[in-house]
């Protein structure tokens, strides 16, 4: 049963507009969002997280919008850039559960076009 | 801050040698440290976590015997592979989580096992 969902294996966007990233979860327990994006032969980065007390993020080009009652978030990228192309992975921990380790989605490829 | 570093980034061992990877929080104490597994195109799996001074918790279906956790310290956790087999060639990936409000995990560069 996978509680991190990212429905969407692969996105192509064309440079300068907007990237929109998906993520679904089903373990009502999560209160703590990450995402982190990864490029081939790496170790995922940390890029921007949320809190379930919060609905909203950003950071420069980078926002995370958390919509708790669809239990869904999404991670948008404006304006896409070319060096944005990797995998973004989304990830949830039950924070306040304690210690618990952080599951990850599948992760989607991002193509930014030039 | 927040750096984890990994080593050796690749290596390449004969089938039924062992290998040891390690994994260390440059910058900060790593109370908790984690060991993922990732294949071509998959997710990260989680292999175990491993609190320092503790025995590592294993996930499910990971061999605890054939992958061995040592978290001797706050800022170094190692991870053997033991008798390795090609199937057991992967992309391992260590994680250090730091104690304070975030609970943010930051990541090392991984390493790239090929068991020939």
């Known amino acids: 049963d996978q509680q991190v969902k990212q429905n969407s294996p692969s996105l192509s966007v064309q440079e300068g507009r907007i990237s929109i990233l998906n993520c679904d979860y089903t373990?009502?327990?999560?209160?703590?969002f990450l995402w982190y994006k990864k490029y081939p032969a790496e170790g995922p980065t940390f890029l921007i997280s949320i809190s379930s007390i919060k609905d909203k993020n950003e950071d420069g080009r980078f926002t995370v919008f958390l919509n708790k009652s669809a239990k869904h978030l999404s991670l948008h990228i404006v304006p896409s850039q070319p060096g944005d192309s990797a995998v973004y992975f989304c990830a949830a921990s039950a924070f306040s559960s304690g210690n618990t380790p952080l599951v990850f989605g599948k992760g989607t490829r991002l193509s930014v076009i030039a | 801050g927040a750096v984890v570093s990994q080593h050796p980034s690749w290596v390449i061992c004969k089938s039924g040698t062992s290998v040891k990877i390690e994994c260390r929080s440059l910058?900060?104490?790593?109370?908790?440290m984690f060991w993922y597994r990732q294949f071509p195109k998959q997710s990260l799996m989680l292999m175990a976590t491993s609190n320092e001074g503790s025995k590592a918790t294993y996930e499910q279906g990971v061999e605890k015997d054939k992958f061995l956790i040592n978290h001797a310290s706050l800022t170094l956790s190692t991870l053997t592979v033991t008798s390795a087999h090609p199937e057991d060639s992967s992309f391992y990936i260590c994680s250090a989580r730091t104690s304070g409000a975030l609970y943010e995990q930051y990541f090392g560069p991984g390493t790239r096992l090929t068991v020939t």
């Open positions: 373990n009502s327990m999560f209160d703590y």
């Open positions: 910058d900060f104490q790593a109370t908790t």
